[in-house]
C-alpha cells in the first residue's frame, strides 16, 4: 500500500527509518536490518530505486537531523496526487484504491485464517492441556511409583540394616563365648601347668634330698670302710711286727717324724746296714715303742 501511494518515482524522496536499537540485541537488530535491505518484499526493491535506510535515534536532537534531510530534497508529487489531479481518476480507480480491495480481500482471507488460526490454537491449547494433564497424570503416577520404590527401599535397608546388625552381634556373643572358652581353657592349662611344675619341682626336691642322703650314706659308708681297712691293715701291721720283734728279725726305732719304722736286720752282719728293705709302718703321734 505504502509503495502504491508513493509511486517508484517518489522512491528517492523516501527515508526508511529504524527505531528502538536499544531495546534490542546489537546481533538481532543487524540481522533483522540485512532481512529488511535485502528481501525485495520488505524495503529492498525501494532501496533499489533510491529510498534510504537509516537507524532513528532515541534523542530529539537525531529525529530534528532526520527532517533537516527530508526537508532538503527535491520536491515531487505522490503517485496518487498525480492519478487524482493529473489523470482524473477516482480514489477507487486509483492503484492504492485497487490495492485497498485487494487489501479488503487481503483482510477477509486474513480474518478467515485468523479464525482458522484461532480454532487450531484452541485445538493445539486444548491438546496440549490435555497432553499437559496426561503428562501430569503420568509425572503423578510416577512420582507415587518413585515414592513407593523410595519408601520399599527404604524398607529393606532398614531391613537389611537390623539383620546385620543382628548378625553382627550374634558373631560378637559368638566371639565372646569363644574367647571366654579359650581363657577358660588357658586357666586350666595354666593351672595343670602349675601343678606339673610344682610336682616336677617336689619330685626335683625330693631327688636331690634323696641325692644327698645317698651321698652322705656313702660316704659315710666309705669312711667306715676306710676306718675299718685301716685298722685292719695297722692290727696286720703290728702283729706281723710283733712277730718280727720277737723273732729277732727286726728292732724297732722312732723315727724324727713320731712314725714307726720296720728294718730288716742284714742276714750277715746281724745289724741294720741298709743292705735290707726299709719298710714304713704307719703308728701314733707322739708314742714310744718298746724294744725286744
Known amino acids: ?49 533510491g529510498s534510504q535506510i537509516v537507524r532513528l ?48 480481500a487481503l ?15 484452541a485445538l493445539r491449547d486444548a491438546e496440549m492441556q490435555r497432553r499437559e494433564a496426561e503428562f501430569a497424570r503420568l509425572r503423578a503416577e510416577q512420582d507415587e511409583a518413585f515414592e513407593a520404590g523410595l519408601r520399599q527401599h527404604r524398607e529393606d535397608m532398614e531391613a537389611m540394616k537390623a539383620k546385620h546388625e543382628a548378625l553382627l552381634r550374634e558373631q560378637a556373643t559368638k566371639r565372646e563365648k569363644a574367647m571366654k572358652a579359650q581363657e577358660e581353657l588357658l586357666r586350666k592349662q595354666r593351672l595343670e601347668t602349675e601343678k606339673v611344675r610344682a610336682q616336677l619341682e617336689r619330685m626335683a626336691v625330693d631327688e636331690a634330698e634323696a641325692v644327698a642322703v645317698r651321698v652322705v650314706a ?24 710283733s712277730l718280727a720283734v720277737k723273732a729277732g ?24 746296714c741298709g743292705a735290707g728293705v726299709s719298710y714304713k709302718v704307719k703308728g701314733r703321734e707322739n708314742s714310744e715303742l718298746t724294744s725286744y
Open 218 to 241: 656313702e660316704k659315710e659308708q666309705a669312711s667306715k670302710k676306710q676306718t675299718l681297712q685301716v685298722r685292719h691293715t695297722q692290727e696286720v701291721q703290728m702283729n706281723l711286727f
Open 57 to 104: 535515534p532515541d534523542d530529539r536532537e537525531g529525529s530534528v537531523q532526520l527532517l533537516a534531510r527530508l526537508a532538503g530534497k527535491q520536491r515531487t508529487a505522490l503517485q496518487i496526487q498525480r492519478e487524482l489531479v493529473d489523470q482524473g481518476l477516482s480514489i477507487h480507480n486509483t492503484a492504492a484504491g485497487a490495492g485497498s480491495r485487494n487489501a479488503q
Open 107 to 121: 483482510e477477509a482471507l486474513r480474518k478467515e485464517f485468523s479464525d482458522r488460526l484461532s480454532a487450531l490454537a
Open 1 to 49: 500500500m505504502f509503495r502504491k501511494l508513493c509511486g517508484t518515482d517518489f522512491y528517492p524522496n523516501v527515508i526508511l527509518a529504524t527505531s528502538f536499537w536499544g531495546s534490542v540485541d546489537a546481533d538481532i537488530g543487524r540481522r533483522r536490518e540485512v532481512e529488511l535491505r535485502e528481501n525485495d518484499e520488505f524495503w529492498g526493491a525501494m532501496i533499489k530505486r
Open 249 to 272: 728279725l727286726v728292732k724297732a726305732k722312732v723315727s724324727q717324724d713320731w712314725r714307726w719304722w720296720i728294718e730288716r736286720i742284714c742276714d750277715h752282719c746281724g745289724q741294720s
